[in-house]
């Protein structure tokens, strides 16, 4: 199957999302994902059916698909009002002068009701070629938007304008300002409603400006002459030499090949100081070079790009949908079917159990149509994800899921791995004893084992102990919370792992790691390692938050002991097996949710079963597939970050609904008698909107830790 991601132009509230979502679920299409915030859907293609079909289908219902090759649908977006901020332009002088009429002086010619027609007429058409048409198409597929109360309320003052003209029934029956200043306000209210929720995806556009960027490419001339030209970086291959240079953005994920600099990653990972870097390293597209020359070798492209790969992860994550949203989402739902019965309802009580008149029984039948806003209800959550999401990446930190964002809020114990966790899993070998082999033997066997571990004690044997013979192996494998086994050409068995496999044949279980051969014991190893700068800081403020900390470890317990001792954390579990781990973090999520913090591959399945599981960027790969959070700034310190924004994130959600909720349960009764004219309900529907945007993006400031 092929993956399609398409920008869709025209989704403004969950009923569009909603609407394109359904229509492609009748397609027969799967793993589809409609967010509306960032405007995107993306889908898996089956063989049988067509990109530029789907495509047509999507613009039948009122929105508009834009790509690289515009899908070649065979129709192109309008080139006149592209925009709701060019509508509001081209309506208002002609409400502006259809409301002069309501001044104390009167404008004889104003007054006729022909002229007034004939001045509101643009205004209507231009009015209903975008709700209107929008509102037919989403009836017409059973999943009625907000365009159709705003189409509804226009058409309504216009048809009984019209008829009152026609039948010359006198100025009573005349309300063309009252179409004019709905469809005017209401694309003014929009406008400002996009620019509002734009502002919410800030953080991930700034990542997203930062894929495309223009690139020193070195090639070669004939006479093996060093060539530089400029080239933009979506066109650079896998394999391609590229020159940066002080002050440069690394143009794509490369290795360093020659010199050296210092560089900012602030923009991926939120550490503010700069790395310095040089050959062999790795350099993380997008980020900044401050100091330095380089040159590299590209080892990504395109979406396989660290910085892709983020902006992915987050995007994901904004189109999922947490527990809190489901109500809304079913209230929107029948939201709109709703609003138009309780406006008929309100003409009908008014005009004949309450005995008003006919136009003023309209007019407030009209004002519960456009003052009537199931956007508020659907914005609530995505708004608040958007930009927590946002923030969160800003600074580092990678959200899989939304729903991680809520779970935070209950989570009372944090569970760590230590070694690469709390301590820097940056180890040397502080010495070593052997048995029955001498010292080079040792370690070339320790070496041969350990170059096939992605452990961090395995990275610094072999850092360390560079050995050009290793043996080569018939069989090796990694056995998980016990260490490496492997098979040599004569048959002999060798394990190298902690104290576990050496505990029948020795009394001493402080060393760090034993070697056997054929179950004899040929020697051990101690490694140092040192604890992270800011796992006292974050032990302290979890304490302070009243959160539990617990050290879950495969180490021995005395260095498991001596680390929790160091940080003043009082329970630790030593010495436990990845199939321990997985009960220990079982038993406690039955009690109450835990976070489990880990980057091993003895840490997936119990970063995977807690309620949130969290890993470093450095982890392996296992680890972060089984995490919902990633920590990007290679440490813990922005964990008290995560655990904010998690909470504060659901905190604006909530505040979000309940403003949503109370606004149309209080402006809709306030309209059905008759206390607001419809223009000023089109307008505080627009307004609407944007106050649940600006709530949001507080979250940006709003201190969290």
């Not at 229509?23 to 915030?37: H, R």
């Not at 495509?55 to 080139?79: F, M, P, T, W």
């Not at 509001?88 to 007054?111: R, S």
């Not at 996009?194 to 690139?215: G, I, P």
Request: net charge neutral.
């Amino acid at each position: 199957m092929e993956k399609v991601e398409w920008k869709v132009e025209g989704m403004t509230c969950t009923n569009c999302a909603l609407s394109i979502n359904q229509y492609l679920q009748k397609q027969g299409l799967s793993d589809i994902k409609v967010n509306f915030i960032g405007s995107e859907v993306s889908f898996d293609l089956n063989e049988n059916k067509s990109k530029e079909a789907l495509a047509r289908g999507i613009e039948d219902l009122g929105y508009h698909v834009v790509n690289e090759q515009q899908i070649k649908s065979g129709k192109q977006k309008s080139k006149f009002f592209s925009n709701h901020l060019q509508r509001f332009g081209f309506c208002l002088p002609f409400t502006l002068v259809l409301m002069l009429h309501m001044l104390p002086w009167h404008i004889h010619f104003l007054m006729i009701p022909w002229i007034q027609l004939a001045i509101c007429m643009p205004v209507y058409i231009v009015g209903m070629g975008y709700f209107g048409i929008s509102a037919v198409k989403s009836l017409r597929r059973g999943i009625p938007n907000m365009n159709v109360l705003i189409a509804f309320g226009a058409t309504a003052a216009f048809i009984y304008s019209l008829i009152g003209t026609w039948r010359n029934l006198g100025m009573d029956y005349i309300f063309y300002e009252t179409t004019a200043t709905i469809i005017t306000l209401v694309f003014l209210g929009e406008w400002v409603e996009h620019k509002s929720v734009a502002a919410t995806q800030k953080e991930l556009n700034k990542l997203a400006r930062s894929q495309k960027l223009m690139a020193n490419m070195i090639a070669f001339d004939g006479e093996h002459k060093e060539v530089i030209f400029s080239v933009e970086n979506t066109q650079l291959h896998i394999g391609d030499l590229v020159l940066i240079k002080t002050g440069e953005q690394v143009p794509m994920d490369c290795k360093i090949l020659w010199g050296e600099g210092q560089v900012d990653e602030s923009l991926l990972t939120g550490e503010s100081l700069p790395l310095f870097k040089q050959k062999k390293d790795t350099l993380i597209g997008g980020s900044l070079l401050t100091d330095g020359t380089i040159k590299a070798q590209v080892t990504a492209t395109g979406k396989d790009t660290v910085l892709s790969n983020i902006l992915n992860l987050v995007k994901q994550a904004q189109g999922e949908k947490p527990p809190v949203q489901q109500l809304a989402d079913r209230i929107s739902a029948v939201f709109v079917p709703a609003v138009i019965g309780i406006s008929i309802l309100t003409f009908l009580l008014n005009y004949f159990a309450f005995a008003i008149e006919a136009g003023d029984s309209l007019m407030r039948s009209i004002a519960v149509l456009v003052i009537s806003c199931p956007c508020a209800m659907g914005l609530a959550t995505p708004a608040a994800i958007a930009v927590g999401l946002g923030r969160a990446a800003r600074n580092g930190i990678l959200f899989r899921n939304a729903k991680s964002l809520e779970l935070f809020k209950n989570i009372r114990t944090v569970i760590f791995d230590k070694t690469g966790t709390l301590t820097m899993g940056e180890f040397t070998i502080s010495g070593f004893e052997t048995i029955t082999i001498n010292e080079s033997e040792f370690k070339r066997i320790v070496f041969s084992l350990e170059k096939y571990s992605n452990h961090p004690i395995a990275k610094a044997v072999t850092a360390e102990w560079k050995i050009n013979t290793a043996i080569h192996w018939k069989k090796i494998e990694e056995i998980k919370g016990m260490g490496m086994k492997a098979e040599d050409d004569r048959g002999n068995i060798y394990l190298l792992g902690s104290y576990k496999i050496a505990k029948s044949l020795t009394k001493d279980g402080t060393h760090t790691a034993y070697l056997l051969k054929n179950n004899l014991l040929m020697g051990w190893f101690d490694m140092e390692d040192l604890i992270r700068e800011e796992a006292k800081a974050v032990i302290t403020y979890l304490h302070a938050k009243d959160i539990q900390t617990i050290i879950l470890s495969g180490d021995t317990f005395e260095r498991t002991q001596r680390v929790a001792d160091m940080l003043g954390i009082k329970k630790i579990h030593a010495e436990k097996s990845p199939e321990e781990k997985l009960v220990i973090v079982e038993q406690l999520n039955d009690i109450f949710p835990v976070a489990m913090v880990g980057d091993g591959i003895n840490d997936a399945p119990a970063l995977a079963k807690a309620t949130i599981g969290i890993s470093m960027s450095d982890a392996t790969q296992l680890a972060m597939q089984s995490a919902q959070v990633v920590l990007m700034n290679k440490g813990i310190r922005h964990l008290p970050l995560a655990l904010g924004l998690g909470k504060h994130t659901f905190i604006t959600i909530k505040e979000n609904l309940f403003w949503a909720f109370i606004y149309n349960v209080v402006a809709i009764p306030v309209a059905a008698i008759g206390l607001l004219q419809p223009g000023i309900a089109a307008l505080a529907m627009g307004f609407s909107d944007v106050v649940l945007a600006a709530n949001s993006i507080r979250l940006n400031y709003k201190k969290v830790v």
